[in-house]
């Protein structure tokens, strides 16, 4: 019989839609698998520099491929990703930092809310075509997720901070510690040993590792929280 509660932690940036749709298969999966999943907000363009990657839409045809891709995995997946109306000025100037240290901050202070606070980050960007940078944008978020307005602009104040200024770079430099290259990144804890896989197209192996069932991406025994 397979062990209960085994960790897996997710490295995820908001501004990546493959972490989505792995986030959301996590959250699925992890009563059926009896996981204790931990997200871990990640701050991507640290990622980036760190291991000398570059974005797919640096790239023209990986760009295009993406924009294919997503069309694709939106339908598999049942996660409703529509491609920001502007896609590089979202990916590539705007980024992510505020919106993941606004993350981090609830991870540090109301953990229990952070699942909900990242969806509807990812519903705002990848979703309705909302912004994620402004202040008036996350603190809508936030009161969308379910904090209070008072709680959402506590936690705005404290992105500013050294606190979780750091903490955000701690768990990105775990990340590239473990051999991230990019988001998302898995890695999981079996039989006193960590395995890394990247990409939200591995959740088959992942259930191979942890010796469970793979069930396709959304399976029958859950329902859809989007």
């Not at 924009?67 to 049942?78: N, S």
């Not at 540090?108 to 705002?124: D, F, I, Q, T, V």
């Not at 069930?215 to 859950?222: A, I, L």
């Given at each position: ?48 520099k760190s291991s000398g990657n ?37 990916i590539l100037e705007k980024g ?84 991230a290259f990019g988001l998302p ?42």
């Amino acid at each position: 019989m397979a062990s209960l509660l085994r960790k897996v932690e997710l490295f995820y940036d908001v501004l990546s839609p493959y972490s989505w749709l792995c986030f959301e298969v996590l959250c699925r999966y992890q009563k059926i698998w009896k996981i204790n999943l931990h997200l871990r907000p990640t701050y991507i363009a640290g990622i980036m520099k760190s291991s000398g990657n570059k974005p797919p839409a640096l790239l023209p045809l990986k760009g295009k491929y993406m924009l294919m891709d997503l069309e694709y995995l939106r339908e598999f997946y049942q996660v409703p990703i529509q491609v920001p109306k502007d896609f590089f000025s979202v990916i590539l100037e705007k980024g992510s930092i505020t919106a993941m240290r606004f993350l981090t901050a609830i991870n540090m202070e109301n953990p229990e809310m952070l699942e909900k606070a990242s969806r509807e980050l990812w519903m705002r960007v990848w979703s309705r075509n909302e912004d994620i940078t402004e202040p008036q944008s996350i603190l809508a978020a936030a009161k969308k997720a379910g904090l209070s307005e008072e709680q959402a602009k506590g936690l705005l104040e404290k992105c500013s901070t050294d606190k979780v200024k750091n903490s955000l770079k701690e768990t990105t430099d775990v990340a590239f510690n473990y051999g991230a290259f990019g988001l998302p990144t898995v890695v999981v804890h079996v039989d006193n040993k960590s395995h890394m896989l990247f990409g939200s197209d591995r959740m088959e192996l992942l259930a191979h590792l942890l010796g469970e069932q793979w069930m396709g991406p959304v399976p029958s025994t859950v329902t859809s929280k989007l």
